[in-house]
């Protein structure tokens, strides 16, 4: 099983609707979860972070987290073209910098 | 301007030719890590360092080495690249472990081919 799954896609939604994203992890000590976002051609970027149970909301992005059950989630509403990219999820599994990467959902917004 | 500096942008080269792949962060990070990233593969972890002289092995370390002598740099050895090496290269630094908010910050890679 790898240490964090995430469905590759694609994902298309229509502009100004809600895209959800998806991830699970396989290691329960795992304290720190964040998703990053890559456009083509580019480096990742961090666009939100989150290491408690619950919502964590900044702007049109809500990254939500359930421990019990291993999976944590982006909510990006209001989408638009400008989203389209890859969005990857990372999960540190140790504390001394070993930081691990979902193989990333391709994200489509069509206007 | 806070930067995770790498050079070079690309690369070309021949198996078997020692190469080395600088990464420079300004920002006082603790954490440095070195990334491939292939189609279909993902984001794989080669080597990460928690702080000088201390480094450690990522998921997919073989072939390459790292040193990590100052706080800022961290540079990425490749002692005889092999062509299954042509990927792009990601340096990343961080001022935490994962205990805080902020995560890796990434340079803007390397794409490195191997002939």
């Known amino acids: 099983q790898k240490e964090v799954e995430q469905n590759s896609g694609p994902l298309s939604v229509p502009e100004g609707a809600i895209a959800s994203l998806n991830c699970t992890y396989s290691?329960?000590?795992?304290?720190?979860f964040f998703w990053y976002r890559q456009y083509s051609g580019k480096s990742p970027e961090l666009i939100m972070s989150?290491?408690?149970?619950g919502d964590k909301e900044d702007g049109r992005f809500t990254a939500q987290l359930n421990k019990a059950s291993q999976y944590v989630s982006l909510l990006i509403r209001d989408s638009q073209p400008s989203d389209s990219a890859t969005y990857l999820c990372?999960?540190?599994?140790?504390?001394?910098?070993?930081?691990?990467f979902g193989q990333g959902t391709i994200l489509t917004v069509h206007p | 301007e806070a930067q995770v500096t790498q050079n070079p942008r690309y690369l070309i080269t021949v198996t078997g030719k020692k190469l080395t792949v600088t990464c420079s962060q300004n920002?006082?990070?603790?954490?440095m890590s070195w990334y491939r990233q292939d189609p279909g593969l993902g984001l794989r972890q080669i080597y990460y360092?928690?702080?000088?002289?201390?480094?450690d092995k990522g998921d997919v370390p073989e072939g390459y080495k790292v040193s990590r002598k100052e706080k800022r740099n961290f540079p990425l050895i490749l002692e005889s690249p092999s062509p299954n090496q042509t990927s792009l290269y990601f340096c990343?630094?961080?001022?935490?472990?994962?205990?805080?908010?902020?995560?890796?910050?990434f340079g803007s890679g390397t794409r490195l081919t191997v002939v």
């Open positions: 990343a630094s961080s001022s935490d472990s994962g205990q805080g908010n902020y995560g890796y910050t």
């Open positions: 290691d329960r000590v795992s304290q720190s």
């Open positions: 989150i290491y408690s149970n």
């Open positions: 990372a999960v540190y599994v140790d504390s001394y910098g070993k930081l691990t």
């Open positions: 920002m006082n990070h603790e954490y």
């Open positions: 360092s928690m702080n000088v002289e201390v480094t």
